[in-house]
């Protein structure tokens, strides 16, 4: 299956604006502008959560750049922190201790 080519960017105030709410935009742009997606709520219900989703799943998209579907589907990125954990500090139990470049790696449980 063939995906667009990253990176994907975020339109923070989307094309338009929807009931006085802008709805940020997904897209990529390689050789022409692609529209990818819109995150928005559905029945007008106004949350703040749209432009932190949008945002999400570009980092997302833009981290695993040339890496296989095949490959994201087996586990790849939990299994290299593994080994980055392992490599770099075996005494690290819990996820939330775990840390790259001084970023904490997981979320905290909510």
Known sequence: M??????WHVM????????GNANPIV??????LRYVCKCADWLNIITTD????AQR????INACA????????AGVVRGCI??????????VRKDS??????????????
Do not use: S
Request: glycine share 6%.
């Open 57 to 60: 799943i570009v980092k997302c």
């Open 66 to 73: 040339g890496i296989t579907d095949e490959a994201l589907d």
């Open 97 to 110: 201790d775990l840390r790259w470049m001084g970023f904490q790696v997981f979320e905290e449980d909510v």
């Open 2 to 7: 063939k995906h667009t080519k990253e990176p």
């Open 27 to 32: 897209y990529a742009n390689d050789d022409k």
């Open 82 to 91: 593994e080994v980055a954990r392992i490599v770099n500090n075996p005494n």
């Open 12 to 19: 923070e105030k989307g094309f338009g604006v929807n009931n």
């Open 50 to 53: 749209n432009l932190a989703n």
